[in-house]
Each structure stands twice: as structure tokens, then as C-alpha cells.
């Protein structure tokens, strides 16, 4: 049973520009969760779909960022018009949809805004 | 709101000697509580879980975890430490019928020879 992947692993961008980050969930985990954590800090919650709809955005989610997971599987988080307190960890977790419901991390995403 | 107070944002051990990470949480209803580990530059991985059955939980590598219900407490053990337990280390809470984690802010764990 493969984990939960993340890609790219690391990420240099300019401020101003989009990125996008993609997450594949453990196969048979219906929900999927992005995290952002920044250094020193414990991970945050941004927002969770399960299977393909968007059922909880955090107030963390400004309008730049947008999230989807269009098929019930892989999701992608994308943001638009970076600025340097962007730059942090983005993970993505998956878990089943009954019983303790644990979640599952991925490697991250390291975004470095410049 | 939940929330979860990890106490020390550092500790140093001596390879060898007992491993001691503390967490406190708030939640207005028992909740679950988690530990994850994360090694440099990687993501977060599940060391124990604790879901309402045994308050004293075993975890991956000689770790473990007591509930106290009175204390609001999950503190995380481990006997004798090695080199390779450095790292941070993260206490969690989530309702039983929540969707999201509360973590603490993390203990890094410095182990010495």
C-alpha cells in the first residue's frame, strides 16, 4: 500500500507568480486535507474535501489560494499572486471516511517565495 | 475550540535515558489524540494514536502515551532514547466527529551521546 505523495517536493518561486501544488491520496481514503506549516510552527489546517467536494475551507484560505480534487482522487492546491508569507510547508493528509477517521501525511511541498 | 500546549519547544536528552514530551489539551467533549514525528525537510508520521479504548497506548518504536482524562494529558514516553529519535515531535487533538487537527507547537528532541 503506497502513502499519501506530494509533488513537487520543493518549490522556488518570484512573488506575484501562480504555483500548484498536487497531492495523491492513499487509494481506498475518501477524505483529503491540506495543511500549511512555517517554521517553528505545528501544521494548520486549510481545508478538507471528501471524495470530490469541498466540505470545510479554514479563514487561512484567502482568495488566492483555491483547492480542488476533481475526480474523487488527486487534488491540486493553487496559488495565485504569491507573496513571501506564502513561503512555508504545504502538506496534504488522507484518511478513511468512518471510524477514528485518521489522517495521513504526506512528504510536503516546501514553497519559498522570493 | 479546541486547542493543544505542548510544554518545552525543545528538550535534550542523553542517548540512553528517559524520553519525556508533554501535552495538554482543551476540548469541551473527550477527544482523539495523536502523535506524529517529523524528520527534517519530511512530512508528519503517525507515532500513536488514542481513540476512547486503552488509556495507556503503545506506539512504533518503543514509544508510548498515557490519557488522562483528569489532567487533560497525553504525555509521550519512551525509555531509553537514541540517536535516531531526534527530531520534532507534535501532539494533535481532533473531535470524535470533528474533520481537522489541532496541533501543538512541537518539541524538538536533541539526543546526545
Known amino acids: 500500500d503506497t502513502g499519501v505523495s506530494q509533488d513537487p517536493r520543493h518549490k522556488i518561486t518570484k512573488r506575484g507568480q501562480n504555483v500548484t501544488f498536487r497531492c495523491d491520496p492513499i487509494s481506498e481514503h475518501n477524505r483529503l486535507y491540506w495543511y500549511r506549516q512555517t517554521l517553528g510552527q505545528g501544521p494548520e489546517f486549510l481545508t478538507y474535501?471528501?471524495?470530490?467536494?469541498?466540505?470545510?475551507k479554514s479563514r487561512l484560505l484567502s482568495d488566492r489560494f483555491s483547492a480542488e480534487r476533481p475526480k474523487g482522487s488527486f487534488s491540486t492546491l493553487e496559488i495565485q499572486r504569491t507573496e513571501q508569507g506564502d513561503s512555508a510547508m504545504y502538506l496534504c493528509?488522507?484518511?478513511?471516511?468512518?471510524?477514528?477517521?485518521?489522517?495521513?501525511f504526506g512528504p510536503g511541498t516546501r514553497l519559498l517565495v522570493l | 475550540a479546541q486547542s493543544v500546549t505542548q510544554l518545552g519547544s525543545h528538550v535534550s536528552v542523553s542517548e540512553g535515558a528517559l524520553v519525556l514530551l508533554r501535552c495538554n489539551y482543551s476540548s469541551s467533549v473527550p477527544p482523539y489524540l495523536f502523535w506524529y514525528v517529523q524528520y527534517p525537510n519530511q512530512g508528519l508520521q503517525l507515532l500513536l494514536k488514542?481513540?476512547?479504548?486503552?488509556?495507556l497506548v503503545k506506539g512504533i518504536n518503543g514509544f508510548e502515551a498515557e490519557f488522562k482524562k483528569s489532567e487533560t494529558s497525553f504525555h509521550l514516553t519512551k525509555p531509553s532514547a537514541h540517536m535516531s529519535d531526534a527530531a520534532e515531535y507534535f501532539c494533535?487533538?481532533?473531535?470524535?466527529?470533528?474533520?481537522?487537527?489541532?496541533f501543538g507547537g512541537g518539541t524538538r528532541v536533541l539526543v546526545k551521546p
Open positions: 488514542y481513540t476512547s479504548a486503552a488509556t
Open positions: 474535501f471528501q471524495n470530490e467536494a469541498q466540505l470545510e
Open positions: 494533535a487533538v481532533i473531535q470524535a466527529a470533528g474533520n481537522k487537527l489541532t
Open positions: 493528509a488522507s484518511s478513511l471516511v468512518w471510524g477514528v477517521r485518521t489522517q495521513y
